[in-house]
């Protein structure tokens, strides 16, 4: 489904302009150089020489872009090369879900059904079939979960296996009610320091976080949830004040492995930009610059420059050797400086029409269109519209409706579940959709569109999924409440895939009527 047609519409459409030039720029050329404005219809026409000397200021790091390069590398410098990475994310995303809910319920049936509402979900299929960052994102960041989740039954696994085996074993107390051996202190420290799956997640954020910086959210409300798993663990077997010891016993390894791992993965992934850091510095170091990443309080990009923001290190003596190294790390350091500010000051001055208020988007207020091709005339391209009408074709970034507006009502009651019955599955689904969603509200000010909501759909999957199973019932034995759940939740999932059907033609650029078109419009701001 997302090879089909790959290469259409054959076009940078939206942010591709960006991401995959910059792509192609890093396999070829080690960094990202600057191109000039007819950089697109060039490169469509086969001309690969479109770039200038100088470095282009990315606002986004570059594992996303590596990414992508990797289709280039394989298929070439057009449409369906620099969206086949897209692709493979996209359907990996489907089998990492799958895998995550099936270890998560022990039921295969759940896993293949988390997999196919994803599969069928709209933003994941448009996004999985364009050049565009936060496909990846998605992806980096569901395997840094599934890697703490495996950590999380990892951990129980093994110190059940190190329960003491006798009463007189020095470290261990007797249980008054069953007279089995308890720790009587820390448990043991030293044979599980040594934890595979967290060091796993910790190269695994670090991708995510190497795609946008956005992921970092999501990894420190997870690195909590590492350190309260394991303080549970520890306490269900017989540890007093788990929580304080496992902040020591637990809490510091765990961040090494996912906070220090995380960054030197994110660093490794910035060796090219430093190899080349001579060329930023003298790019970005300098007073214009300045001016554009610090515009004035009326947005008006005319913000008088102050020599003093200049890198140090633009006008210091190369060094060699270490000191090199260092002096490049310290340039890099300056330059998410420069790029910090980009975000949170010059992108205030800007407006969208597609920009939306992240406070809807699990509703889908309003989705991102990045291809139209309107006024077909009747007869062209098989159109077959009225004499007084016109056909269209059209991308539209937008989530299949049953799945989202279902998957809302599934989070609150995974929070419901979560707080109430204390069921950590549930706490999943609520800690990864509002870690990866809350703190857009406090960027609202700046455009911001709703496929940035592709990092929160595998958790309302989870959300939903769970549910559905709740519905279900673990038992097998027909009863008249399993039939009412079994049918409930089939209906779901077949009413996704209609729905899914439904849109189709606007996810794909297929030839429509305005009349078929409209029919697929459900309200006026989807326009």
């Known amino acids: 489904m997302r090879l089909w047609h790959l290469g259409t519409p054959r076009e940078f459409s939206f942010d591709e302009t960006y991401y995959a030039k910059h792509a192609w720029s890093l396999l070829n050329l080690g960094y990202v150089r600057d191109y000039p404005d007819d950089a697109n219809d060039r490169i469509l026409a086969g001309d690969l020489d479109a770039w200038s000397d100088e470095p282009e200021l990315i606002v986004h790091p570059e594992v996303g872009k590596w990414a992508i390069a990797l289709g280039i590398r394989l298929f070439g410098m057009d449409p369906f090369g620099w969206r086949f990475s897209a692709a493979v994310a996209g359907a990996l995303l489907v089998l990492v879900l799958c895998r995550l809910v099936r270890r998560m319920t022990g039921s295969t049936m759940l896993g293949l059904v988390a997999g196919i509402l994803l599969a069928f979900d709209g933003m994941h299929f448009v996004l999985s079939r364009l050049a565009l960052l936060d496909i990846f994102l998605a992806l980096f960041i569901t395997c840094g979960v599934a890697c703490v989740v495996n950590d999380r039954f990892w951990l129980r696994a093994r110190l059940a296996h190190l329960v003491p085996e006798r009463p007189d074993d020095p470290t261990a107390r007797l249980d008054p009610l069953d007279g089995t051996a308890r720790w009587a202190t820390w448990g043991p420290v030293r044979r599980l320091l040594w934890r595979p799956w967290l060091l796993t997640g910790g190269v695994m954020w670090g991708l995510a976080v190497g795609t946008k910086w956005t992921a970092l959210y999501p990894l420190a409300a997870f690195g909590l949830l590492v350190w309260v798993w394991s303080a549970g663990a520890r306490r269900m077997f017989g540890v007093r004040r788990s929580l304080l010891r496992a902040a020591l016993t637990d809490g510091l390894p765990a961040f090494g492995y996912l906070v220090l791992v995380a960054f030197a993965t994110y660093v490794l992934s910035w060796t090219g930009w430093l190899i080349h850091a001579d060329q930023e510095e003298a790019a970005f170091s300098s007073t214009q610059y300045t001016q554009f990443v610090a515009p004035a309080a009326d947005c008006d990009g005319q913000a008088e420059t102050d020599p003093s923001q200049r890198w140090p290190t633009a006008t210091e003596p190369d060094a060699s050797g270490l000191g090199e190294v260092v002096q490049s790390l310290r340039s890099l350091w300056y330059y998410h400086q420069d ?173 429509l009527t305005r009349g078929e078109w409209l029919d697929r419009i459900w309200f006026d701001r989807w326009i």
């Open 339 to 511: 790029v910090y500010t980009f975000h949170t000051q010059y992108l205030n001055c800007s407006t969208h029409p597609y920009q939306s208020d992240p406070r809807g988007w699990l509703l889908l207020n309003r989705p991102v269109g990045v291809h139209a091709e309107n006024g077909i005339a009747p007869g062209a391209q098989g159109c077959d519209a009225a004499p007084d009408s016109t056909c269209l074709r059209q991308v539209l970034i937008l989530g299949t409706p049953v799945l989202w507006w279902s998957g809302a009502v599934a989070l609150a009651f995974a929070a419901l579940m979560w707080l109430g019955a204390r069921d950590w599955r549930y706490g999943v689904a609520v800690v990864g959709a509002l870690s990866t969603w809350v703190p857009w509200f406090f960027n609202d000010d700046r455009p911001i569109f709703i496929f940035y909501a592709m990092a929160i759909l595998p958790f309302t999957v989870i959300a939903l999924t769970l549910a559905m199973g709740q519905l279900v019932g673990r038992s097998r034995v027909p009863t008249p409440r399993r039939t009412v759940g079994v049918v409930v939740a089939g209906a779901v999932v077949v009413l996704v895939i209609v729905n899914f059907a439904w849109f189709y033609p606007i996810y794909t650029a297929e030839l």
